[in-house]
């Protein structure tokens, strides 16, 4: 009788248990059926940066950011569904000379390629990972720590004289640099 009592409990606490993690699941669904759109958007985009104008060597700073030779930018952008459903993804290898640039075009650096997405929830959005590698004269390299930035799709900006969507992720002034041993 007692072994009997002991499996009945066993069933019921194994039942809890699924029955728990089964209602995170509908939790989760039930979020993102009550932010889905009833219409899709394929939205084509552009990415820039704006790189932050500071000195890559911080404790002597004589190395400005934007003084050096060549800067190389090096990321990838992700789209992830409601649910941090992983989906496709494309990577991006962008160099630019900073000298030559004016601090407008600075702020304002393009990177990767128009890229088309599927959005079809307030929650889909877009991860933007990368680092900026500082290339100075004497073979001195400074690279940043890796960073990131979520992009929803009310992030977007409507350019009317570019007929164009695109984001820029300003890159933080704290952004940590490091030197790069030869």
Not at 89 to 109: C, E, G
Not at 143 to 170: G, P
């Amino acid at each position: 009788m007692k072994l009997s009592k002991l499996r009945l409990l066993f069933l019921i606490l194994i039942s809890l248990l699924f029955l728990s993690s089964s209602c995170e699941k509908s939790t989760e669904n039930e979020a993102c059926e009550s932010t889905k759109w009833e219409e899709p958007i394929d939205q084509i985009l552009d990415l820039y940066i704006g790189v932050p104008r500071v000195f890559c060597d911080a404790p002597t700073n004589t190395l400005l950011s934007w003084n050096a030779e060549q800067i190389v930018f090096t990321g990838t952008i992700q789209k992830f569904y409601c649910g941090d459903i992983a989906s496709g993804s494309f990577s991006m290898n962008d160099a630019f000379i900073p000298k030559s640039m004016s601090d407008v075009q600075l702020a304002k650096v393009s990177v990767g390629q128009a890229y088309q997405f599927k959005f079809e929830n307030d929650k889909d959005y877009l991860r933007l990972t990368g680092t900026l590698t500082a290339y100075f004269l004497d073979d001195i390299t400074w690279k940043t720590k890796e960073f990131s930035v979520k992009i929803f799709y009310k992030d977007l900006i409507y350019d009317i004289y570019n007929v164009e969507h695109y984001y820029t992720y300003a890159i933080p002034w704290a952004t940590v640099w490091e030197v790069v041993p030869e």
